[in-house]
């Protein structure tokens, strides 16, 4: 045998390319709304911290805070 195929009507070929083309497609689809997932839940935890830092940098200045601060540091 010289590793060739046997044959036959062009129909089963065409229909078998056209299911890896088909395949090609959703799979990229796919990996691209992976992708976008990613990013989006990224950005959401970069909002997160910098709201945290935001809420950090104005909690030392109120006086309650202020006063638990000098609490912690004496126990």
């Known amino acids: ?11 089963p070929k065409l229909l078998r390319l056209l299911y890896f083309v ?4 959703i799979c990229t689809a796919a990996i691209n ?10 950005i959401q935890q970069q ?9 950090a940098v104005e909690a030392p200045t109120s006086p309650d805070s202020a ?3 000098v609490h ?3 126990k």
């Open 72 to 74: 912690k540091a004496l």
């Open 33 to 42: 709304k992976y992708r976008d997932y990613e990013r989006k839940t990224l």
């Open 22 to 25: 088909g395949a090609g497609v």
């Open 1 to 11: 045998m010289t590793g060739e195929e046997v044959s036959g009507p062009a129909g």
């Open 67 to 69: 006063v638990a601060t």
């Open 47 to 55: 909002q997160q911290q910098l709201k945290t830092k935001a809420v």
